[in-house]
T-cell receptor, first 119, second 107 residues
Framework: EVQLVESGGGLVQPGRSLRLSCTTS????????MTWVRQAPGKGLEWVGF??????????EYAASVRGRFTISRDDSKSIVYLQMDSLNTEDTAVYYC?????WGLGYWGQGTLVTVSS | AIQLTQSPSSLSASVGDRVTITCRAS??????LAWYQQKPGKAPKLLIY???SLESGVPSRFSGSESGTDFTLTISSLQPEDFATYYC?????????FGQGTRLEIK
């Protein structure tokens, strides 16, 4: 059974950094790309970024709104994907979800982790 | 970036109604489109992938279709548990994008 547990969220001041983790189980983590999606309170879904598998160089893609501030990385030995968030601003306040990309449709979701950026 | 425009943004319907939600892409996306259902306080649930493939475990009253850059989610006979917000998402090119959502309410 695929399980995803996002962690690391919390209250952070504008301009500061935070690192989210997504611990996974139930599938061969190293074989699949991973993506992050977020949802601001009362708003729609927003794709954040994507990291390919090691076979594809662990290359990354980002939404324009976070490019240059957020960095996705992965540790295949631990089956964990990370989201390093720097220079946070109030518009980054959201629930953050990670997802394995098995196909062109995200079939597995964790509970998400809430990030609140506020002074 | 490819824009996805959902219509309507909200609609009211009754149990048993047939409902159609449309997602229009700003350019061709090669069927790389998914539909999700989201209920308040919950993570989204995948309904349809590759534009028309039904996700395992999803009731057959849900279906997806495409015509050019127009994609449609149809619920053939609304059930009480179907009242939720629905999103489309394209995977054809980066940045991956979502539609703005369609809120389906009980009439």
């Amino acid at each position: 059974e695929v399980q995803l547990v996002e962690s690391g969220g919390g209250l952070v001041q504008p301009g500061r950094s935070l690192r989210l983790s997504c611990t996974t189980s139930g599938f061969t983590f190293g074989d699949y790309p991973m993506t992050w999606v977020r949802q601001a309170p009362g708003k729609g879904l927003e794709w954040v970024g994507f990291i390919r598998s090691k076979a594809y160089g662990e290359t990354t893609e980002y939404a324009a709104s976070v490019r240059g501030r957020f960095t996705i990385s992965r540790d295949d030995s631990k089956s964990i994907v990370y989201l390093q968030m720097d220079s946070l601003n109030t518009e980054d306040t959201a629930v953050y979800y990670c997802n394995p990309v098995f196909k062109w449709g995200l079939g597995y979701w964790g509970q998400g982790t809430l990030v609140t950026v506020s002074s | 970036a490819i824009q996805l425009t959902q219509s309507p943004s909200s609609l009211s319907a009754s149990v048993g109604d047939r409902v159609t939600i449309t997602c229009r892409a700003s350019q061709g996306i090669n069927s790389a489109l998914a539909w999700y259902q989201q209920k308040p306080g919950k993570a989204p649930k995948l309904l349809i992938y590759d534009a028309s493939s039904l996700e395992s475990g999803v009731p057959s009253r849900f279906s997806g279709s495409e015509s050019g850059t127009d994609f449609t989610l149809t619920i053939s006979s609304l059930q009480p548990e179907d009242f939720a917000t629905y999103y489309c998402q394209q995977f054809n090119s980066y940045p991956i994008t979502f539609g703005q959502g369609t809120r389906l309410e009980i009439k």
